[in-house]
């Protein structure tokens, strides 16, 4: 095998990997049902946004569940033709895979030419999370390359952290950088990224009083309409109580966890040796302490993987792969409630992602702690490593 040869596979990977998945889309006829979820708000953006959160589509009967910033955003969607806007969404997400990677592997450090990514893309493709995003027509992509894109700007770059208000208020989870900003020092980015946020809240008022004061109000808490806190869709800490006290709405026994994990997982990160770290586990506990964290949430495993990897744990970062790929939550019996009444030995499968979560957040918590204590000699240790300690239904909007 040539030069040219060997430099060309990654390439001809990539397109071996884009093509099976497109075939799979055609021959399962995939619904991409969260597009039709964003098709709709834009409709009714443009009938006044009245009817903003009181419509639910598909077979699913999925709402909106977006502040009213985002409808707006989606307001193109209502005007393009279904299949159009399907194809788009699809070769979009993509295409935002090949960025993720990029920006995951400038973001943790390591130098990776074209030729790289593309070969790494094809394999991040059928990671479970990344795979249900670009299967749903989610924006899961999207929003974590905007994310990562802001914070990998030069230090004291012009409205850096701006992008990551907008992107809050699209979807306001990544509210969770805001606070690990302030908490590491970062007080201009983090100013920025609340003057972005305030500034979608502002937008959306304006174009959509009546759908503001509703979401503001009232949708904002009503967590249900997101869907069953309890099925092994779930991959928050909520779903993971749930599943294991059989018992679909775990109240404190969730709250009181999720509780101690935001501040664990803030203070890690706040902690950690290097910015990277500190964002992975910044994503790390805005996912788990998220009364909802869908499977396809997730795509931020790209990135830890990319962290870790750059650390030279080569292990562990193969060891996540196979997780983060094996779909151990969609081996088990999960059609009507039978997630509430898993055995014992199937709740670690049903809920993968969040014990992997908590480990690696116990683990970095506990290296924050060691590296505070003085060395023999006087001086502290270089943080560790994340480091991890477990193993590892329908579409949502």
């Known amino acids: 095998m040539n030069a040219r040869t060997r ?18 889309c055609a021959l399962e006829a995939v619904p991409m049902a969260d597009v039709l979820v964003y098709r709709a708000e834009g409709a009714a953006v443009l009938a006044g946004g009245g009817d903003l959160y009181g419509f639910a589509v598909t077979e699913w009967q999925l709402p909106a569940t977006y502040p009213p910033f985002a409808a707006l955003l989606f307001v193109p969607a209502a005007v393009v033709p279904l299949s159009a806007l399907k194809g788009a969404f699809l070769l979009g997400n993509i295409a935002l895979v090949v960025v993720l990677v990029r920006l995951s592997c400038r973001f943790a450090g390591p130098r990776v030419s074209w030729a790289g990514v593309c070969g ?38 012009s409205g850096k952290g701006l992008a990551l208000g907008i992107a809050t208020g699209i979807k306001l989870t990544p509210a969770v950088f805001i606070v690990y900003l302030f908490l590491a020092g970062r007080r201009r980015e983090a100013a920025h990224a609340v003057a972005g946020f305030v500034g979608t809240v502002a937008v959306g008022a304006l174009v959509l009083p009546y759908a503001s004061g509703e979401f503001w109000t009232r949708r904002l808490y009503e967590t249900g309409r997101v869907g069953k806190a309890w099925i092994v869709d779930n991959q928050s800490l909520q779903g993971l109580v749930a599943r294991v006290l ?4 775990p109240g404190l026994l969730w709250a009181v966890p999720a509780l101690v994990v935001a501040v664990a997982g803030l203070y890690a990160a706040r902690t950690a040796g290097t910015p990277a770290r500190g964002v992975v586990l910044a994503a790390l506990t805005a996912l788990l302490v998220s009364p909802i964290s869908w ?17 030279g744990r080569r292990r562990m970062a193969w060891a996540l792969a196979a997780l983060f790929t094996a779909r ?29 979560g908590v480990a690696l957040l116990g683990g970095a918590v506990a290296g924050a702690h060691s590296t505070s204590q003085p060395a023999p000699g006087g001086t502290n240790q270089a943080p560790p490593a994340i480091e991890a300690r477990s193993p590892g239904r329908s579409p949502v909007a």
Do not use: K
């Open 7 to 24: 430099a060309a596979g990654p390439f001809v990977l990539l397109a071996a990997s884009v093509a099976a998945f497109l075939v799979l």
């Open 120 to 157: 790494v893309a094809a394999l991040a493709l059928w990671l479970e999370p990344v795979f249900q995003t670009v299967l749903f027509g989610q924006i899961n992509l999207a929003l974590a390359c905007l994310i990562l894109w802001d914070l990998t700007r030069p230090p004291g770059a």
């Open 246 to 249: 059989h018992d679909a709405e």
């Open 295 to 311: 499977s396809h949430h997730w795509v931020w495993c790209v990135p830890l993987i990319a962290v870790v990897w750059a650390e």
């Open 328 to 356: 151990t939550m969609w081996l088990l019996p999960h059609e009507g409630d039978l997630d509430l009444h898993l055995a014992w030995w199937q709740q670690p499968l049903a809920s993968a992602y969040p014990l992997v």
